[in-house]
């Protein structure tokens, strides 16, 4: 189970309860916006534009126990169209986020089956290392569609 992991629930530039933002500042921002989402209105965005920046946003979800169809996952979507400068990830996740192309792509992560019905942080990460104060063009990414569910893939046990 997750809280709004669409993120319709949130109003532009207001924090929905279940998500909390961090790093937002002059170097880059994050937070939910309309017109940019995989489907329906709203998505979750991050910008970047300096070196030296770390942005995430954190939801606690429920791991789903395993079922016939499969072992307990976490799945999004996310768009990082040519982003050289910044890295895009998912915790739990499988390490830096490939760039994708035009559009959308899906991800799914698959949950520990011994944590069932337990909850556990997931948080998503823009960041940049490098010494502050070096800018570049600004680099955007989006999540949306955040779901906990099975996947066939995933061990159940």
Not at 52 to 59: E, G, I, K, T, Y
Not at 122 to 127: A, E, G, I, L, T
Request: charged share 20%.
């Amino acid at each position: 189970f997750i809280l709004d992991g669409d993120f319709e629930l949130a109003v532009t530039g207001t924090v929905p309860g279940s998500w909390r933002f961090s790093g937002g500042d002059t170097r880059g921002t994050v937070g939910v916006v309309t017109g940019s989402a995989q489907n329906g209105d709203a998505s979750l965005r991050f910008t970047a534009h300096e070196q030296c920046v770390f942005l995430s946003a954190r939801a606690t979800i429920v791991v789903p126990k395993p079922d016939a169809t499969g072992g307990p996952a976490l799945t999004y979507f996310y768009q990082a169209d040519n982003n050289p400068e910044t890295t895009l990830e998912s915790q739990p996740g499988n390490g830096p986020l490939p760039e994708g192309g035009a559009g959308f792509v899906e991800e799914t992560v698959c949950l520990d089956p011994a944590l069932a019905t337990q909850p556990q942080e997931v948080s998503f990460r823009m960041q940049r290392s490098g010494p502050c104060g070096t800018t570049f063009p600004e680099e955007e990414a989006f999540i949306d569609n955040v779901r906990v569910t099975t996947d066939p893939e995933c061990p159940s046990e």
